[in-house]
């Protein structure tokens, strides 16, 4: 079974430039996230939805970061302007509906902005 | 509000020796407990969880137990390896809102031949 796929791996961008990230979930799996994971801290959830619908982004600094999930698979995370505190791994997962105890994660993209 | 936290790290242990790390949380209600590692290079990946109160959560060698009376979920094994070498994240997932997890800051495992 295909795990959860990101791209890019990396990046490196300037501060007030914009970036985008894009996930494809496990196959069958309604429920996608995101999570910020900065340096020396734990993943904290920027957006979550089900299918093409946000359920949870009360965390999303929605000024700048944007997010969407076309045809309820795959998801793209944008960041505009940015940021220099923007550096960190952003995360995807997915799991088979909200209420389920496993997700599964990418192996993420890490953006340093400078 | 949630949270989980974690004893500080890094650890460094050498191989064989008896490994513990500390994870204590704060929830309303009746949350899940879990533990993800964070190989070098890699995802993170789910290493065993727990849903209930008394539930004793193991895998690949790793145990802990849901502790409600001590809000405790701590993680243990017996003889660590090199290759248990990685960063462990604890977590709960409050399953009233919405099934988003909740991580603590992470601890790094180094395990020394």
């Known amino acids: 079974e295909a795990g959860v796929a990101q791209s890019p791996r990396y990046k490196i961008i300037e501060k007030r430039q914009s970036v985008a990230f894009w996930c494809n979930p496990i196959s069958g799996h309604a429920t996608l996230y995101w999570y910020q994971q900065i340096l020396g801290q734990g993943p904290k959830l920027l957006i979550q939805f089900q299918n093409n619908g946000v359920v949870d982004d009360s965390q999303l600094p929605k000024d700048r970061f944007s997010a969407e999930r076309l045809k309820g698979v795959d998801s793209t995370l944008k960041i505009q302007p940015a940021k220099l505190e923007d550096s960190a791994v952003y995360l995807c997962?997915?799991?088979?509906?909200?209420?389920?105890?496993?997700?599964?994660f990418g192996q993420g993209t890490r953006l340093t902005v400078v | 509000g949630n949270s989980v936290t974690q004893m500080e790290g890094p650890v460094t242990l050498s191989e064989e020796a008896f490994l513990t790390i500390n994870c204590t949380y704060t929830a309303t209600g009746y949350p899940s407990l879990f533990w993800y590692v964070q190989y070098p290079g890699e995802g993170l990946q789910l290493l065993l969880k727990?849903?209930?109160?008394?539930d004793k959560g193991s895998n690949k060698g790793f145990e802990a137990t849901y502790r409600k009376e001590t809000t405790s979920f701590h993680l243990e094994k017996g003889s660590v390896q090199v290759s248990d070498s990685a960063v462990y994240f604890c977590a709960l997932s409050d399953r009233r809102n919405t099934g988003k997890l909740i991580f603590g800051q992470g601890t790094t495992l180094q395990v020394k031949p």
């Open positions: 727990a849903t209930k109160a008394d």
């Open positions: 997962a997915s799991s088979l509906e909200d209420r389920v105890t496993e997700a599964f």
